[in-house]
């Protein structure tokens, strides 16, 4: 059974860093046909994709996170981390990590997700 | 703002049937996954692919779709299906994952 735990700062202020990594345990980041991702969703608000690595370090970004949005991964770890720069109260959320499974090119689903952890932006 | 576009809430009577739909253009393209999301909880994954279920979730979920709607179907629901529902698939270039606006599911 594959577990994925966040872990990071639970307060940021205004225009620093947000920064969180994700450990993986009953599974490998090296494994290929997975994108691991974060996700985030506001205090009542909807869930939001921020992007995902693929064990080979390639990235994929939400284009309006883009900017902000450095998401890398430690093999040797079996973990993966995101920074966020620059953050607002508006970066305040739910951060959650998942593995998505990817497969046939037009298809994924996110089977794993971690129990998320509560960011808040202020000073 | 979102591509894909789901109704904010619906409610159903207990043990009826309740469709929740997912519009996108991507969605003609793309497979669409449905998670369900209970108060402080993360999400859990419902449906995926055509139709299929992960191990766990009852055979009363099941999905559909056709042109740029995806459905959600709870087929006799129960008083634990009440929750926010979530589409995800890509967006509309194909690049990147994408979530759906929610639909607030109430079984009266």
């Known amino acids: 059974q594959v577990q994925l735990q966040e872990s990071g700062p639970g307060l940021v202020k205004p225009s620093e860093t947000l920064s969180l990594t994700c450990t993986v345990s009953?599974?490998?980041?090296?494994?290929?046909?997975?994108?691991w991702s974060w996700i985030r969703q506001p205090p009542g608000k909807g869930l939001e994709w921020i992007g995902y690595?693929?064990?080979?370090?390639?990235?994929n970004y939400n284009p309006s996170l883009k900017s902000r949005v450095t998401i890398s991964v430690d093999t040797s770890k079996n973990q993966f981390s995101l920074k966020l720069s620059s953050v607002t109260a508006a970066d305040t959320a739910v951060y959650y990590c998942?593995?998505?499974?990817?497969?046939?090119?037009?298809?994924?689903?996110?089977?794993?997700w971690g129990q998320g952890t509560l960011v808040t932006v202020s000073s | 703002s979102s591509e894909l576009t789901q109704d904010p809430a619906v409610s159903v009577a207990l043990g009826q049937t309740v469709r929740i739909t997912c519009q996108g253009d991507?969605?003609?393209?793309?497979?669409t996954s449905w998670y369900q999301q209970k108060p402080g909880q993360a999400p859990v994954l419902v449906i995926y692919?055509?139709?299929n279920r992960p191990s766990g979730i009852p055979d009363r979920f099941s999905g559909s779709s056709s042109g740029n709607t995806a459905s959600l179907t709870i087929t006799g629901a129960q008083a634990e299906d009440e929750a926010d529902y979530y589409c995800?698939?890509?967006?509309?270039?194909?690049?990147?994952?994408?979530f759906g606006t929610g639909t607030k599911v109430t079984v009266l």
């Open positions: 690595i693929y064990y080979s370090g390639s990235t």
């Open positions: 009953g599974g490998s980041v090296s494994s290929g046909s997975y994108h």
């Open positions: 991507s969605l003609r393209s793309y497979y």
């Open positions: 995800n698939s890509r967006d509309s270039s194909g690049n990147h994952y994408v």
């Open positions: 998942a593995r998505a499974e990817y497969y046939g090119g037009n298809s994924h689903h996110i089977d794993y």
């Open positions: 692919g055509e139709n």
